[in-house]
């Protein structure tokens, strides 16, 4: 049996944990101009806010094991500069 190596993951970079912060400013101010122009209940933001992220979630977690064995088993092949950041190939042992 051919056993795939495992990809270690990234810790979070201060550039990640930037993005998500701004990207939680504009979800924030996103929702407070719906309610403030009054296009939507505040209710109906935080039902919508809370479905998103039920949605994202519930999705990462259907998907993250597929994706997670598709890199690993496109690292063994001529396209692994797609999902490396190594150009030789990796060692499977």
Do not use: E, K
């Amino acid at each position: 049996m051919r056993s795939w190596p495992v990809l270690q993951p990234s810790p979070c970079s201060l550039w990640t944990v930037a993005w998500v912060r701004v990207a939680a400013v504009a979800v924030a101010l996103l929702a407070f101009s719906r309610v403030y122009t009054a296009a939507h209940y505040p209710a109906d933001v935080l039902v919508g806010l809370g479905l998103g992220i039920g949605v994202a979630v519930t999705g990462w977690l259907l998907v993250r094991g597929v994706l997670t064995n598709a890199v690993v088993r496109l690292a063994t092949t001529r396209w692994r500069g797609l999902v490396t950041a190594s150009p030789h190939p990796v060692a499977v042992s």
